[in-house]
């Protein structure tokens, strides 16, 4: 266990040892109340909306409201004690999540349905890559392999969690399952949908290459369609300054390839962008989003943002600029 576990974990113990001489206690299920859910990230938050449907049968919770992405995040004293009092808990499980394992250790709540989605891929999880041109990462003492946590980038991978997550759902509250099975067959229908667009889409395209001057955290989508890329960071990196060397290797890139696009991600600085087009010849090259779905704030939701419709917005992205 890394220190900022050992430190989650000393930290939880103490709150909930403190909220049970405050007489704190759950009102999920098992006190007859509704089920109430917790959601780490915004992909899963929504998935598990359009599964629960209008049913009024739970509440589910979303701790990244505030706009922090996966990578950034630590749970606050409330947060760990909303999860320890939970019925169900749904999170990615990836290396920006074993804070994990100290809050779920020390919860009140002994009977929580945990749903990590890493161990529902399984064998199809993309292990972080380094391509050419890509700013190298500081080598990891402990060796292990990492994985992209990125996975809800794949419509099709949305699918299979989906489908987990329902199963979890309805173990929980087996009196609502054949709702939750046919809202959850409802929305795949959807996901199948706009998977055969995106299908369709990198079928036609007269560019076959994506190049970020960003992170890259979409590995899962362009390989599901076949889509080559170049970026000047893994999807999980956590550097933000690129070196001379990979400006100049994805500028001759963009070149070489005849791009006239170089992709950030949503929050993004442009600057890397600004000066991979600026090394290059491709002077009027111009800069494009697509949104990694990893920093949806309340108010977006508010607003009406939701997983498919953020996947569209990408979709037309990438229509407009592939082709």
């Not at 369609?225 to 300054?241: K, L, R, W």
């Not at 920093?295 to 990438?318: C, P």
Request: hydrophobic letters at 35%; glycine letters at 6%; charged letters at 25%.
């Amino acid at each position: 266990m890394s220190l900022l576990s050992k430190t989650i974990s000393f930290a939880a113990a103490a709150m909930l040892a403190a909220a049970s001489l405050t007489g704190c206690s759950g009102a999920g299920k098992s006190d007859g109340g509704k089920l109430s859910i917790v959601c780490v990230s915004f992909p899963e938050y929504d998935w598990t909306r359009n599964i629960i449907g209008d049913t009024d049968s739970a509440e589910v919770k979303y701790l990244l409201g505030s706009g922090l992405d996966i990578h950034n995040y630590q749970p606050g004293a409330q947060d760990m004690l909303t999860i320890s009092e939970c019925d169900v808990f749904i999170y990615t499980g990836g290396n920006s999540e074993t804070w994990t394992e100290g809050v779920l250790g020390n919860a009140q709540n002994k009977n929580i349905k945990t749903l990590k989605l890493f161990d529902a891929l399984g064998q199809d999880l993309k292990e972080e890559e380094v391509r050419e041109g890509m700013e190298p990462e500081e080598e990891e003492e402990s060796g292990e392999v990492e994985y992209d946590e990125h996975i809800w980038l794949s419509l099709r991978n949305a699918g299979r969690l989906c489908e987990n997550i329902c199963n979890t759902i309805c173990e929980a509250d087996p009196s609502n399952a054949s709702a939750y099975r046919a809202n959850l067959a409802d929305y795949t229908e959807k996901l199948a949908e706009l998977d055969s667009e995106y299908t369709e889409m990198a079928n036609n395209a007269s560019v076959k290459t994506v190049l970020f001057g960003d992170r890259f955290p979409f590995r899962y989508l362009v390989d599901d369609y076949g889509i080559d890329y170049y970026a000047a960071f893994a999807g999980c990196s956590a550097e933000t300054a690129a070196s001379f060397e990979t400006v100049a290797t994805l500028a001759d890139k963009l070149d070489e390839l005849k791009l006239d696009t170089v992709f950030i991600i949503e929050n993004s600085d442009d600057s890397v962008a600004r000066s991979i087009i600026s090394n290059s010849r491709s002077k009027n090259a111009s800069i494009e989003k697509l949104n990694s779905i990893q920093s949806v704030t309340q108010k977006d939701i508010d607003s009406g943002a939701d997983y498919i419709s953020i996947m569209k917005n990408n979709l037309e992205t990438l229509r407009r600029v592939l082709n």
